[in-house]
């Protein structure tokens, strides 16, 4: 085999994926209760979460800040791990690609996106109810409609770290919660509509 042959087959050999890639995502909230939704030619131009692969070495959360600080210029607090779901050859994505994606709860103070211009093209803050009317590839709507469930994520402050045995959840609130989203859904509410759930006694805890 030619020098020429052998590096084009390492080339080929290299190009194949041989395992599965692991991928995390930030469903960004700012203060106003605004979600971050990032456009993406790779996606079709739907609107996707931002985030990226996992470097070696890297524990996840370490992944989502790094991801979400190149890709849109924002410093996030990583709450709680939303969803894991697997894209087997998702049609919606530029590539034939395995993904296992691993979706983050995230908080950022601040709105100035920066975009890395290269993954991703456009971005919009919008209030959850508002996007039910994006274009969204079906893995963000998923980690969307889990995020409506959990009535905006366990961890009302103090982040990751939060120990879970002093969580306790509230059935009236969950199913109120439920309840909405599902007003939410039918009625794919307008780029106006705001979702504030009322505080409950769950929220009041942690309030100083």
């Known amino acids: 085999m030619t020098s020429s042959n052998q590096q084009s087959s390492t080339t080929t050999t290299t190009a ?12 960004i909230v700012d203060q106003q209760g605004k979600i971050l939704f990032a456009r993406s030619h790779k996606w079709f131009d739907k609107y996707t979460l931002p985030g990226g692969h996992i470097e070696v070495g890297e524990s996840m959360v370490d992944a ?9 210029g924002l410093d996030v607090e990583v709450m709680e791990m939303l969803l ?9 994505f530029y590539k034939k690609k395995h993904f296992i994606f691993i979706d983050f709860y995230c908080k950022s103070k601040d709105q100035q996106v920066k975009l890395d211009q290269n993954e991703i093209q456009d971005y ?10 994006l274009k969204l590839d079906s893995f963000t709507m998923k980690t969307l ?12 402050s103090g982040g990751l770290g939060s120990s879970l045995s002093t969580l306790t959840y509230s059935p009236t609130r969950q199913a109120n919660l439920s309840s909405r989203r599902r007003f939410l859904v039918k009625n794919r509410c307008s ?3 705001r979702f504030a759930p009322r505080p409950s006694v769950f929220q009041a805890s942690f309030l100083p």
Not at 16 to 27: I, S
Not at 64 to 72: D, I, S, T
Not at 126 to 132: C, E, N, S
Request: proline share 9%.
């Open 145 to 156: 409609d889990t995020y409506l469930k959990r009535g905006y994520g366990s961890f009302p």
């Open 191 to 193: 780029a106006r509509t």
């Open 64 to 72: 989502v800040r790094r991801e979400v600080k190149e890709e849109v």
């Open 124 to 133: 919009v803050w919008v209030y959850p109810g508002a996007a039910y009317n």
């Open 16 to 27: 194949k994926q041989v395992f599965p890639e692991p991928t995390v995502g930030a469903l």
């Open 84 to 92: 894991v779901q697997e894209a087997v050859f998702a049609p919606e």
